[in-house]
């Protein structure tokens, strides 16, 4: 009995924290590849999400052909975002804060049009695969879940090899690290950008999608989604995919434990607590060496 | 003889498993400039922060004016009358040229944040104080025709200029210049050369890392590390004589 | 100061005082939250902009000032000198414990554990309702009396804010032409260096950040006695965002910068209300525009627009 209230626990912190690890790729990724702070991150994912909810429950179009679409909708919204806006912004060479009340300005804007598009209700998208249900070490487990779980991992390891492995990857870091110098060795440094905010609109996307499921998408989800990202992102040194999945997993577990000891009401007060003297104590995050140390 | 305002025994550093400083030993003689030349990479940066207080040394002493400075923070050593430049010379961008010579200033001058607040006579009396002994320093170091432009405007020889002269406002005692010619042209290097003579005959004492043989010149005394050790001492002459620092630097 | 500016001031000045009397009392009413706004964003925009410090966490300060107040007014009935007195007190020692240690984090690191903290507090002013009454809300604040005036109609608060802001202007003003004003932008533009002419940043930053949250508390406790309910939906994190988005939008070193954010913030939204529904996405839609046409701020706005007209006026 107690195994399974534990395992239960466990799951759902392993779960909630690899949710966060996702909205934490799309954010670490902007940061990596522009150096960009993203307050808008969790819009990306509700777009994704709505997008979904539309062509499956409007035009009754199949999953997997839906689910790419509002990949594609995530993507094309960061390419325009980068294109009309943030090409200025640079060109105006624009100081940091700027870009921080911009992207505010872009999370308001979304999640407003969301309200006023879709209403206040919550919508649940159907979970991926059949639905069915296993039991693991006592608690229950849907294959949604396991997805989820799965899908994470690859996706992290898959954003280790491409910043570290390809060369697109690693232009795409080196144009935000140096701009100048990037410039100097043939990097076009404004469409790496571009590509930047195409690849964080499709990692929001992905995450909304696999998320939805489990947590019904409204306009006002978008915010909470990126402060927990931001959370499992910083955490893990800001650029590092592996560390967004430590960070993510670290407040999913530390969220899932308190929950099972206390009441939920303090669930924000304990995790968020634990974040700050995580910070104090380790100020370069939580892989150390292999993280950067706050920008 | 009186004692050196520096002086520096059997100093030993090490990180990673790198040995980057063994036994160093050098004195610096109050009111003397003293030479520190050395291949990249042989520690000179690491013994500046470690004198300054940046870093702090596994083995050996460190004495300055007396005191021995072990746990010394980096600004309980500047109040003390140590100041340094950096390599690349860093000046605060957005302030400009006579703000950043008033930062200089700090250490002179005690008002604290509620004097500010409410503009007491003596938070005043102090920022006034602060002008005009910037603006006169300005004048020194020929930096009044900028005075007024933001720090990040001016070029790599003014940027040095200007580091020194916030450096030298607050009276110190000694000065640590980390490679003050990197970066400069020969007429900005001149200008450099000038202005250590002109702060060194004024009393300061001044340690000098550089890997610029001519400016070098301005030693009394040089000390040659390489990787991490001492392998001579002397003036400029006996150094380029010495057949070990030949090798080292020529591999002849 | 220039010749120039002491007109400039002077005008403003004579139009702040002289015209609110004829304006609606709706108007008067959206300037006193823009006043009490600026008294908070000050706090925010003089670590932003003196500091290099994004601070997500002003709300907290708010918060407190605004329930001191309701407590010590409704609670224990005393004075309201005592509500503004216990919100001060108390935000600054709170600013104190925990800025000494988490001001040693830089840059995003820092920005997330201000933001933490709102989050924090805000769980925890929700949770211990016995003391904040929660989301019902604490209600029967006192209007404020001084010397004999009472301040019950928002054309008098808006004087009373009004002085309040123009106090913390003046005293901000002084503090960024002081000694610890030039320390200060020492330390957020080289800090090594600063460290070097012996400056102590960790102190430092820890007294500013004392500092803003002292007119984070001000603010609240006017907050308090103005609107005489308070409840914990006015405190979260939407809150914390709006004060960090008044001094950038304004112009993060920019004094005046800060009063034009808050005009901004509060102003615009009230005008796109005939929009109905989609009042929020324009106000969305708005921001963006003004940070892509303007982006060091409404007053380097401002500042083009003057240089401009200079020109064409040469021309």
Redesign the interface.
């Known amino acids: 009995m107690l195994l399974g209230l534990v395992s239960q626990s466990l799951l759902s912190g392993v779960t909630n924290g690899l949710i966060y690890a996702l909205v934490g790729f799309g954010i670490a990724a902007i940061f990596r590849g522009a150096h960009i702070a993203n307050v808008m991150q969790g819009e990306f994912s509700v777009v994704g999400a709505v997008v979904v909810d539309v062509l499956l429950v409007q035009i009754g179009m199949p999953y997997w052909a839906a689910a790419i679409i509002g990949c594609l909708s995530g993507a094309a919204l960061g390419a325009l975002i980068d294109v009309v806006f943030i090409r200025r912004l640079v060109a105006q060479k624009a100081p940091d804060d700027s870009y921080l009340l911009f992207t505010i300005g872009v999370s308001i804007t979304i999640s407003a049009a969301v309200l006023f598009l879709f209403g206040r209700e919550g919508h649940l998208l159907p979970p991926i695969g059949s639905g069915q249900i296993f039991i693991v070490l006592d608690a229950v487990v849907q294959e949604h879940a396991l997805w989820l779980i799965g899908i994470s991992v690859i996706l992290m390891f898959a954003l280790r090899y491409f910043y570290r492995r390809t060369t697109l990857g690693m232009r795409m870091s080196a144009a935000a690290i140096d701009p100048d110098g990037a410039a100097t060795i043939g990097i076009d440094v404004r469409a790496m950008r571009t590509l930047t905010f195409v690849l964080g609109g499709v990692l929001g996307a992905i995450a909304g999608i696999l998320i939805t499921p489990i947590i019904p998408v409204s306009y006002m989800v978008g915010l909470p989604l990126t402060l927990k990202g931001f959370s499992a992102a910083i955490l893990g040194g800001l650029t590092n995919p592996l560390g967004a999945v430590a960070g993510g997993l670290v407040i999913g577990v530390l969220e899932a434990l308190v929950v099972m000891q206390m009441s939920s009401a303090y669930k924000d007060v304990v995790t968020f607590s634990g974040l700050i003297l995580i910070m104090i104590f380790m100020p370069r995050g939580l892989l150390g060496r292999a993280g950067r140390a706050g920008g | 003889m009186s004692a050196p305002l520096l002086s520096l025994e059997n100093v030993g550093h090490a990180f990673g498993g790198f040995t980057v400083l063994r036994e160093v030993a050098l004195d610096v003689p109050k009111g003397e400039i003293v030479g520190l030349i050395g291949p990249n990479g042989s520690g000179k940066t690491t013994l500046f922060n470690i004198i300054?207080g940046?870093v702090r040394h596994r083995s050996g002493r460190i004495v300055y004016d007396g005191v021995e400075m072990r746990n010394q923070t980096?600004?309980q050593r500047?109040?003390a009358g140590m100041?340094?430049t950096?390599q690349t010379p860093?000046?605060?961008?957005?302030?400009t040229v006579l703000?950043?010579v008033?930062?200089?200033c700090?250490?002179i001058?005690s008002?604290?944040?509620v004097?500010?607040?409410?503009?007491l006579p003596r938070?005043r009396k102090?920022?006034k104080a602060?002008r005009e002994q910037a603006e006169m320093y300005c004048e020194k170091f020929s930096l009044s025709s900028v005075a007024h432009q933001l720090a990040h405007n001016l070029s790599a020889g003014q940027r040095r200029i200007l580091?020194i002269a916030?450096?030298v406002v607050?009276k110190p005692n000694l000065l640590l210049l980390d490679e003050p010619s990197s970066g400069l042209n020969p007429d900005e290097i001149d200008e450099l050369d000038r202005s250590i003579r002109a702060l060194n005959d004024a009393g300061l004492t001044i340690l000098l890392v550089s890997h610029d043989m001519d400016l070098m010149s301005v030693a009394r005394r040089v000390h040659v590390l390489y990787f991490g050790r001492i392998i001579a001492s002397g003036s400029m002459e006996e150094i380029q004589a010495n057949p070990e620092v030949r090798e080292a630097y020529f591999g002849s | 100061m220039a010749t120039r500016s002491i007109v400039i001031l002077v005008i403003i000045a004579a139009i702040a005082l002289a015209v609110p009397p004829f304006l609606p009392r709706s108007v008067v009413d959206l300037l006193v939250f823009s006043c009490i706004y600026s008294i908070a964003g000050l706090g925010v925009g003089l670590l932003l902009g003196q500091c290099g410090i994004a601070n997500l966490g002003q709300s907290v300060f708010y918060a407190l000032g605004a329930y001191a107040t309701a407590y010590m007014t409704v609670t224990l009935g005393v004075g309201a000198a005592w509500g503004f007195l216990t919100g001060v007190i108390l935000s600054g020692l709170i600013a104190l414990v925990i800025g000494w240690p988490v001001l040693r984090l830089t840059g995003h690191f820092l920005a997330l554990a201000t933001l933490a903290l709102g989050i924090v507090a805000n769980a925890l002013f929700y949770e211990w309702d016995w003391l904040t009454h929660g989301s019902l809300g604490f209600g029967g604040i006192p209007k404020l009396n001084i010397f004999g005036l009472v301040i019950d109609t928002p054309l008098r608060f808006y004087y009373l804010a009004g002085a309040v802001l123009a106090l913390c202007l003046l005293?901000?003003a002084?503090?960024i032409?002081?000694?610890?004003?030039?320390?200060l932008?020492?330390m957020?533009?080289?800090p090594?260096?600063?460290?070097?002419?012996?400056?102590?940043a960790q102190w430092?930053r820890t007294?500013?950040f004392i500092?803003s949250a002292i007119f984070g508390s001000i603010a609240g406790s006017l907050f308090a006695h103005y609107g005489s309910f308070v409840n914990v939906q006015s405190f979260g994190i939407e809150k914390a965002i709006a004060f960090l988005i008044i001094p950038v939008l304004g112009g993060a070193t920019s004094l005046p910068g800060v009063v034009i954010g808050a005009l901004f913030t509060t102003l615009v939204p009230e005008m796109l209300t005939r929009f109905g529904d989609l009042h929020q996405v324009l106000f969305g839609l708005t921001l963006m525009a003004t940070v892509v046409l303007m982006p060091s701020g409404l007053m380097g706005g401002l500042a083009s627009l003057s240089r401009y007209m200079t020109a064409r006026g040469r021309a």
């Not at chain 2, 860093?90 to 302030?95: G, H, I, L």
């Not at chain 3, 090594?192 to 102590?200: F, Y």
């Open positions: 300054s940046y980096i600004q500047s109040y100041v340094r950096f860093m000046v605060f961008e957005k302030m703000e950043n008033m930062v200089g700090n250490k001058t008002s604290g944040m004097e500010g607040l409410l503009s938070a102090e920022a602060m580091e916030r450096a607050g | 005293a901000s002084n503090l032409g002081s000694r610890t004003g030039l320390m932008r020492a957020r533009d080289a090594e260096a600063a460290k070097s002419l012996g400056i102590n430092l007294r500013i500092l």
